[in-house]
């Protein structure tokens, strides 16, 4: 089946310590996309690619970073995580940008000790 | 600023009645709409969308309603079912200006259907 595909499903780490979530596509799609949402409140974009192309949210802290070696693969960053960092990790890709369906992966739970 | 907003942060409906969840919005660039449905612990899960040269899409038990001169719209779910007991997220998107292929969101609203 076609899919958005997140790993690890559920990350901890320690305040501080560099992590690494990862996003895996088979739809081909042009377009991929990493949310943040925190219990109770709308997922918040943070950044995305349109092909090889990097979009930034303007209010996306200089902690987070991404890259997209290539069009199945996205991995989003976390310099230095803290606390206020914990939260659902969403991935979402979609064909094109304009009027088009955006579809989630599963998520990836960060805690950070 | 939020943008779009679900102005009911729950809604309890019983089994084999109409659940009708709504959503306005302030930005008059959205020309694109969706609803999501998440349960705990998964992804949003993409049910129906409307173009804004729309006033209404169907998708069996599924209805989105578009009222753009209110900037308003609405999800009707006929008859709604227990396995429907989830949070339901209001979406929107413009082809234009700084919204441009992103989706902003509401903040949901929980929908429980008892049996």
């Known amino acids: 089946d076609a899919m958005v595909i997140q790993n690890p499903r559920y990350q901890v780490t320690q305040f501080g310590k560099p992590v690494t979530l990862s996003c895996s596509q088979t739809l081909n799609h042009n377009v991929m996309y990493w949310y943040q949402q925190k219990s109770s409140q709308a997922p918040k974009l943070l950044f995305h690619?349109?092909?090889?192309?990097?979009?930034n949210e303007a209010d996306t802290p200089d902690n987070f970073q991404s890259r997209r070696p290539n069009t199945s693969f996205c991995f989003l960053d976390i310099r230095s995580p803290g606390l206020g960092d914990a939260a659902m990790y969403l991935c979402a890709t979609s064909r094109d940008r304009a009027a088009e369906t955006q579809y989630f992966g599963p998520g990836t739970r960060l805690l950070v000790l | 600023d939020q943008q779009v907003k679900q102005n009911s942060p729950s809604l309890s409906v019983q089994e084999g009645r109409i659940s009708i969840l709504n959503c306005d919005y302030t930005n008059s660039m959205f020309d694109y709409f969706l609803w999501y449905k998440k349960y705990p612990a998964e992804g949003p899960t993409f049910l129906i969308s409307i173009s804004s040269i729309k006033d209404k899409n169907e998708d069996g038990r599924f209805t989105v309603f578009l009222n753009k001169s209110a900037k308003h719209l609405s999800l009707h779910i006929v008859p709604s079912q227990p396995g429907d007991s989830a949070v339901y997220f209001c979406a929107a998107s413009a082809t234009g200006g700084t919204s441009y292929g992103k989706l902003t969101f509401g903040q949901g609203t929980i929908l429980t259907v008892h049996p």
């Open positions: 690619y349109y092909d090889k192309d990097f979009n």
